[in-house]
Nanobody, 126 residues
Framework: QVQVVESGGGLVQAGDSLRLSCTAS????????MGWFRQAPGKERQFVAG????????QYADSVKARFTISRDNAKDTVYLQMNNLKPEDTAVYYC???????????????????WGQGTQVTVSS
């Protein structure tokens, strides 16, 4: 089995930046596409960004495109989410997960992911 742990969340002001990290452990040879999702209070969990195994396919939700950047360092089994120009509407718990389908490309469907982390809180004040 593979496990992931997120880190890097915090309380920031609008316009600030944060970098989230997601480190995998266990059967990391089974890790291909990884995704970031977020869930705000009272709302459904939604796709934020995803990256395939070699970084050739990166996808973003429209709401974060041009502000967030996803990357990965396979030598460290870690995926990053650089978040710039944060807005209050970005406030949520951010989760990392591993694509269970072993697809070569990014999937945005929550059902395709497993090995969810415990999440890291991002709070953006106005």
């Amino acid at each position: 089995q593979v496990q992931v742990v997120e880190s890097g969340g915090g309380l920031v002001q609008a316009g600030d930046s944060l970098r989230l990290s997601c480190t995998a452990s266990g059967r990391t040879d089974s890790v291909f596409t990884m995704g970031w999702f977020r869930q705000a209070p009272g709302k459904e969990r939604q796709f934020v960004a995803g990256i395939n195994w070699n970084g050739s396919d990166k996808q973003y939700a429209d709401s974060v495109k041009a502000r967030f950047t996803i990357s990965r360092d396979n030598a460290k089994d870690t995926v990053y989410l650089q978040m710039n120009n944060l807005k209050p509407e970005d406030t949520a718990v951010y989760y990392c997960a591993v694509d269970r389908t072993a697809s070569a490309y990014v999937t945005r469907r929550i059902i395709d992911y497993h090995a969810w982390g415990q999440g890291t809180q991002v709070t953006v004040s106005s």
